[in-house]
T-cell receptor, first 112, second 109 residues
Framework: DAEITQSPRHKITETGRQVTLACHQT?????MFWYRQDLGHGLRLIHY???????NKGEVSDGYSVSRSNTEDLPLTLESAASSQTSVYFC???????????FGPGTRLLVL | GQNIDQPTEMTATEGAIVQINCTYQ??????LFWYQQHAGEAPTFLSY????GLEEKGRFSSFLSRSKGYSYLLLKELQMKDSASYLC??????????FGTGTRLQVFP
């Protein structure tokens, strides 16, 4: 069965370190998205991609970057982790059209 | 700008019916999704409306009025397992989703 996975599921890091969160999907979807979820804010879009070599900034992109070198993966990098980036991060993918986005299980990131 | 509003919390009794409302103001509209999210888990798809009217799926129904910028999710015959957060999300023309902050529903026996 097709799926979308994230790793690691939990991560503790220190302020200033570079962190990369992995997202891998086997749906063969062109569209992939990264969100963060915080109490009182709901899901907010960080970056998204509509295909290989395509990346776009979402509403809260400062301090984050992504790259899309193949269809299956969209890694999210925190260039220099800050305590404000402590959050739960969800990756999602969709085939576009009227299709829903399918969410990965999430990564809980704690920046100390 | 864009704004999506839904109540923060609701409570209901097992076996009852509950309606969760969502109002939105966005530039570019290409449908509205409802997701369910249990604590500590990922959101999962419940329903999608792009045209005005009611979509029914078993115990869950969703309604959309585009002219009023309004949707609701109706849950019938509530079960304890329906205790979760319910997320309203507007799909923009570019396939991006804009989410409300979610409604936490607690079902009591």
């Amino acid at each position: 069965d097709a799926e979308i996975t994230q790793s690691p599921r939990h991560k503790i890091t220190e302020t200033g370190r570079q962190v990369t969160l992995a997202c891998h999907q086997t749906w063969n979807h062109n569209n992939m998205f990264w969100y963060r979820q915080d109490l009182g804010h709901g899901l907010r879009l960080i970056h998204y991609s509509y295909g290989v070599q395509d990346t776009n900034k979402g509403e809260v992109s400062d301090g984050y970057s992504v790259s899309r070198s193949n269809t299956e993966d969209l890694p999210l990098t925190l260039e220099s982790a800050a305590s404000s980036q402590t959050s739960v991060y969800f990756c999602a993918s969709s085939g576009g059209g009227e299709e829903t986005q399918y969410f990965g299980p999430g990564t809980r990131l704690l920046v100390l | 700008g864009q704004n999506i509003d839904q109540p923060t919390e609701m409570t209901a009794t097992e076996g009852a019916i509950v309606q969760i409302n969502c109002t939105y103001q966005t530039s570019g509209f290409n449908g509205l999704f409802w997701y369910q999210q249990h604590a500590g888990e990922a959101p999962t798809f419940l329903s999608y409306n792009v045209l005005d009217g009611l979509e029914e799926k078993g115990r869950f129904s969703s309604f959309l009025s585009r002219s009023k910028g309004y949707s609701y999710l109706l849950l019938k015959e509530l079960q304890m397992k329906d205790s979760a957060s319910y997320l309203c999300a507007v799909r923009k023309n570019t396939d991006k989703l804009i989410f409300g902050t979610g409604t936490r529903l607690q079902v009591f026996p």
